[in-house]
């Protein structure tokens, strides 16, 4: 009896062999990710289904430890509530994510990874699984920990500095010099003669520059009363010298740590200086408010605003986001031209 034997066709050898690439190229990419990433799969409810051993070493935790579980297993208790709710909100709708996270290894020991999730669709596009893929920036973090604290520290020098020189003009030269203004005045009130007179105006005129410095430097109603009377007396001035209306709502009563209230009278002096300068307006807001946790700070004109994008390493915006991140503050800034300019401050508070 004959057989009739087919010989595969030259279809089905090439499709077998772009098969082989195929898988082949798979594994390369796995190979290359596993080696350079931490790497974690989750399912929809966020239960761990995969972990390389990147993931293993740096969480200390054995595979068998961690599939089946969620990632609350290396939860630090560093990151609020709504930064996850934000996270999941994003990855449940189907976009990546992207952030820098600290995470707790099974020995207590800390941890930080950059962090991109990337969520799997089904066909009627739902995230059915995620895709963790971390690197480890522990060492970068440190590094950046370490800077803040120093500029926290190069801040607060800076700030006694100024408080230093405040007193001493306020109290030193300034005393003198009216101490000096009454002498001339005695000698006004019994001989009349131009050059008292020319004295008088000057001393008045010097007077008045040294509180201007003095008030500059650091105002004594700050450290003394607080922070509302030293923004209302600072607005007081400010609309006195430069005929720019300001209207101040503020809901605070009671005193904060002399970081916080420092820091808000400096991004407020800050962001009112610049509204002169360049926001063409003669009117502004200053707006301060209290909840639970946090103090939120709000300075608003109507002027020309400008472009972030080419003013965002300007000395200014970068001194006073320095400012609020040394009290574990963020700052924010909405503007674009000819649309005004709305600069928030928000400040964690216990």
């Known amino acids: 009896m004959d057989w009739d034997i087919q010989q595969p066709s030259n279809k089905m050898v090439d499709l ?60 630090s208790g560093y990151h609020s509530r709504e930064f996850f709710k934000e996270m999941w909100r994003t990855i449940g709708l189907g976009k990546v994510w992207k952030g820098e996270i600290r995470n707790k290894a099974k020995d207590g020991s800390y941890y930080w990874v950059d962090t991109t999730i990337v969520p799997f669709l089904n066909e009627k596009e739902r995230p059915y699984q995620y895709l963790a893929i971390r690197y480890e920036i522990s060492e970068r973090k440190r590094v950046e920990e370490e800077l803040q604290k120093m500029m926290t520290r190069i801040i607060d020098v800076q700030e006694e500095e100024r408080k230093r020189l405040s007193r001493n003009l306020h109290d030193g030269i300034g005393q003198n010099l009216y101490s000096h203004l009454i002498t001339i005045n005695r000698l006004l009130s019994k001989l009349e003669h131009p050059l008292l007179k020319q004295m008088q105006d000057e001393a008045t005129q010097l007077i008045e520059e040294i509180r201007e410095i003095s008030w500059e430097l650091r105002p004594s109603v700050l450290d003394d009363l607080g922070l509302v009377p030293a ?10 010298h430069y005929t720019i209306d300001v209207y101040f709502d503020c809901v605070l009563n009671r005193r904060l740590d002399i970081g916080i209230e420092l820091t808000i009278y400096r991004i407020i002096q800050e962001s009112l200086t610049n509204i002169r300068k360049y926001a063409e307006v003669k009117e502004a807001t200053v707006t301060i408010r209290e909840t639970d946790d946090v103090i939120r700070v709000m300075i608003e004109d109507k002027g020309i605003g400008f472009d972030r994008k080419k003013h ?19 700052l924010f800034i909405y503007t674009s031209p000819g649309k005004g300019t709305k600069i928030i401050l928000e400040i964690p508070i216990a």
């Open 231 to 240: 923004i209302r007396s600072f607005l007081t001035r400010f609309s006195d």
């Open 312 to 330: 965002s390493s300007g000395v200014g915006l970068f001194s006073m986001d320095e400012r609020v991140r040394s009290v574990g503050g963020e």
């Open 16 to 75: 077998e062999s772009e098969l082989k690439k195929s898988m082949q190229a798979l594994i390369n990419l796995k190979f290359a990710l596993d080696e350079s990433s931490i790497v974690a799969i989750t399912d929809s409810q966020g239960k761990i289904t995969y972990v390389n051993e990147q993931f293993c070493l740096i969480s200390k935790f054995s595979r068998e430890e961690l599939i089946g579980k969620d990632h609350q297993i290396i939860n």
